[in-house]
C-alpha cells in the first residue's frame, strides 16, 4: 500500500468518510486535512476534530 493510499484511508477513518468520498474532495481539502491532522499543527487553536459533531465537519467544507 503506497503512502498516498495510507493517507487517503487514515483521512477517511478520522472524518468517518468512505475512501471514495475522501477522494472527492479537493485538493485543497485534502491538504487541508492533513496539515490540521499533522503533529505540528497541536497547539493552532484550531478545535480538535474528535470533538466536533458529525455536522460540524460537514459544514466545514460543505460547497452549497
Known sequence: MTSAV?????I??????????VE???MRE??????FFSPTA????????RTL???ELRAMFHHG
Open 6 to 10: 495510507r493517507i487517503l484511508f487514515a
Open 12 to 21: 477517511g477513518a478520522r472524518l468517518h468518510m468512505p475512501a471514495r468520498d
Open 24 to 26: 472527492r474532495l479537493s
Open 30 to 35: 485534502i491538504v487541508g486535512w492533513v496539515e
Open 42 to 49: 497541536a497547539d493552532d487553536g484550531v478545535p480538535d476534530v
Open 53 to 55: 459533531s458529525r455536522a
